[in-house]
């Protein structure tokens, strides 16, 4: 599924008309699905009569279609009031389709907004078509006065149902910036198309559940937006065949390269992710002080001596060992719970920079951290790699002209990716994937369940996993990511959004792939 901004729908739009299909002929189909999705929450309310449906309009194409939705809200015995919110007085043209224009407020007869207190304090759902995707500037003067009640009704009547058409007033399509007096829906109506501040924070925030609605736009049209949502449509056919006459190299070799006394458990997070990801057989190169405690933890792995420091760090002259047996694995993972010192930072620079190929490498924490104190890195570390940064982790790769506190824009992602040659795993919520060549793929997932220590090592590991199974390395991270947020979502569930530990997440991995499989599980 494709995600847009305001300028690609616009588009959109405008290629419509090449399919004779017309401005107004759109605005009746998202009225449409707006009045079907009002009545469907509703239903799902147990309202055992008629709502009362209040529907603040501006004077523009959302207005316009929160009009057409209110016309037939209106005709399936709902009681509707539509209140004009433009400045100007100006109402869209669909008003003049109205049987009963009765049912529209204008603002000259209701100059102390006391009509509005009145509505809002009757109406058991609220429709915001007063902006959408064109917001201009700061919300102000008698607007600002009509969202300020409306937030104040919602907080002292939660009961109160506020639905968005495409995205709630106060928030920047483009930017997923949200303005402070902006609205905060349960339910945000995409029409066509989600759009980026759907899956943006801290706009996300603000929108509530995402519905997508059809609006009669031929699928062909959007074929040149390269940012896509990542569903189980296009995860599914990902994920890697278990042919009934395999064995373990069948699914292949994935080589783990991290760990120390300080972080003993990142090794078990993410060797016991590959393997539970479906990955054959995962050797830790990892110090071998640790190895006794991860043999309680995962009998199943085997592992490569590498030498140490005294105080149980990688050693820098490690890599000689790992190159030595390199050629026999699918897949590499690097980094998680490496420690930085000197020892581990010099070996990251003999391992990565010295012009070795490397099978498939998922580059991870404290590796990343080490790369990024190099000037250029990425100019001896060349090759097709998968990196899987957090924001800070991000804003040091990019380097000094970058703030950890800054968001860091699709732009930028697709300009790194390309400049690094690197496939980039933006972690956070809505985790975007940003391959070289342009394409983002966003996870429709933000849980803060998620938010504790040691879920990226789990990510890290599955990905692997995946990749030494035979998936590319681009629909790896695509499947990995996916995966990964599906199990923290039924964790959440399950526990709710404290409390889950990294470790929880490795149990659910199979039984949710085998959910998308089809499995009854």
Known sequence: MKIVN???????????????????????????????????????????????????????????????????LSEQGHKVTIYNCSRSGQIHDKASTLPDTSIIIQPKSDQKLDLLASLMSKATLVLDGIIGTGINGQISGRLKLILEMLKARQENHPKLTVIAIDVPTGVNTNTGQAQES??????????????????????????????????????????????MLITDELVIPKIPSRPMNAHKGTFGKVLFVGGCQQYKGASYLATRAASRTGAGLVTAATPPSIH????????????????????????????????????????VLIGCGLGITDSTTNFVYN??????????????????????????????????????????????????????????????????????????????????????????????????????????????????????????????????????SLAGQHLKNLMGDAGVVASDILNELPSTIARLKGSNI
């Open 6 to 72: 305001t300028n690609e729908m616009k588009g959109i739009e405008l290629k419509c008309l090449e399919y004779n299909i017309s401005t107004d002929t759109l605005m009746e189909n998202a009225g449409l699905a707006t009045a079907e999705i009002c009545n469907s929450i509703i239903l799902q309310s147990k309202a055992t009569k008629p709502s009362n449906i209040l529907i603040l309009a501006g004077s523009g194409n959302n207005g316009g279609d929160a009009i057409v939705a209110g016309r037939l």
């Open 182 to 227: 902006g609205i905060t829906a349960d339910v945000t109506i995409a029409l066509g198309y989600p759009k980026l501040a759907h899956y943006t924070m801290p706009a996300a925030e603000h929108c509530g559940s995402i519905s997508v609605a059809e609006i009669g736009i031929p699928d062909t049209i959007a074929d040149d937006i390269t940012t």
């Open 292 to 331: 006794l405690g991860l043999v309680g933890k995962v009998p199943e792995i085997t592992y490569l001596m590498i030498p140490e420091t005294h105080d149980g760090y990688i050693s820098s002259d490690a890599d000689k060992p790992i190159m030595n047996t390199i050629k026999d694995y699918n897949a």
């Open 351 to 484: 391992l990565l920079l010295s012009n070795s190929q490397l099978p498939s490498p998922v580059i991870d924490a404290d590796a990343l951290t080490i790369l990024s104190k190099k000037t250029n890195w990425y100019k001896k570390f060349d090759q097709l790699a998968i990196l899987t940064p957090h924001a800070g982790e991000m804003s040091r790769l990019i380097g000094p002209e970058s703030s950890p506190r800054t968001p860091i824009s699709n732009d930028i992602l697709i300009k790194c990716a390309n400049k690094w040659n690197k496939i980039i795993v933006m972690k956070g919520p809505y985790t975007r994937i940003v391959p070289p060549g342009g394409l983002v793929f966003i996870s429709p997932m933000a849980n803060p369940a998620l938010a504790s220590a040691g879920t990226g090592d789990v990510l890290g590991g599955t990905i692997a996993g995946l990749i030494a199974q035979g998936v590319n390395m681009t629909d790896a991270a695509i499947t990995g990511v996916y995966i990964h």
